[in-house]
């Protein structure tokens, strides 16, 4: 069974950087496409990243290009979101989630790890 667990979130000012971590159980990890969403309070939850299944190509949300990367490690199977100048607005439960390889949904997710940016 695939499991995904998210880690490296927490309470970070403004400007800061955090890098969140999405460590993913299953033989085959390195074949699948990955993403990074997020929920803020009282909002529906929006996409934020998006890496191919060999890193070769990334996409982003507008609200987060040019801050967040978004990166992995097959090795370790492991997605990575390095966040950087964060903003209060990107306050939110960040869920890493597999791309699934017959839609164009995900198929499995994460449990969540709490960002939150103060001013």
């Known amino acids: 069974q695939v499991q995904l667990v998210e880690s490296g979130g927490g309470l970070v000012q403004a400007g800061g950087s955090l890098r969140l971590s999405c460590a993913v159980s299953g033989r085959t990890f390195s074949s699948y496409a990955m993403g990074w969403f997020r929920q803020a309070p009282g909002k529906e939850r929006e996409f934020a990243a998006y890496?191919?299944?060999?890193?070769?190509?990334?996409y982003y949300a507008d609200s987060v290009k040019g801050r967040f990367t978004i990166s992995r490690d097959n090795a370790k199977n492991t997605v990575y979101l390095q966040m950087n100048s964060l903003k209060v607005e990107d306050t939110a439960v960040y869920y890493c989630a597999r791309k699934s390889a017959t839609g164009q949904g995900y198929d499995y997710w994460g449990q969540g790890t709490q960002v939150t940016v103060s001013s």
């Open positions: 890496i191919s299944w060999n890193g070769g190509s990334t």
